[in-house]
């Protein structure tokens, strides 16, 4: 991947991080009292329209930026917001939230409906798809 690439999607990957932070804001203030479903619950109704907004700002980015890549570029795009992911998650949940790392690995359990897992594999194949459906070269 080629440095302007790597940068733009690194600045992409923020824009991602802070929309995810409210929305999750959005569902602890407003969703989860208004409806009175648990937590987890919560997250799963609210899972699908988070992995639009990932498609959504995906497209645009990749769209919209003028360098060109390829599928492999997308892959690493995909594996760099990955890897950026977890470690705010783990850095974030542990230093500011206070979360034992028993708490946060927890979310990665799918057979308890934690969905997290689900919303990483969006973040990781999402690139690759929207660059696959855009066929650039």
């Not at 203030?29 to 648990?38: E, K, L, N, Q, R």
């Not at 892959?75 to 979360?99: D, H, K, P, R, S």
């Amino acid at each position: 991947m080629r440095r302007a690439l790597f940068w733009q999607s690194i600045l992409v990957w923020v824009i991602l991080a802070v929309l995810t932070i409210l929305y999750a804001i959005f569902r602890e203030a407003v969703f989860i009292p208004v409806t009175g479903m648990d937590g987890t619950l919560a997250r799963a109704v609210l899972l699908p329209f988070a992995i639009i907004y990932i498609f959504v700002i995906t497209f645009v980015f990749l769209k919209k930026t003028g360098h060109t890549y390829s599928s492999r570029d997308t892959l690493m795009i995909g594996l760099l917001w990955l890897v950026l992911t977890i470690a705010f998650e783990f850095t974030f949940g542990t230093l500011v939230m206070g979360n034992s790392l028993a708490t946060l690995l927890a979310d990665y359990n799918i057979f308890a409906g934690r969905t997290w897992s689900i919303f990483l594999l969006a973040i990781f194949l999402v690139p690759l798809i929207v660059g696959k459906s855009l066929k650039r070269p």
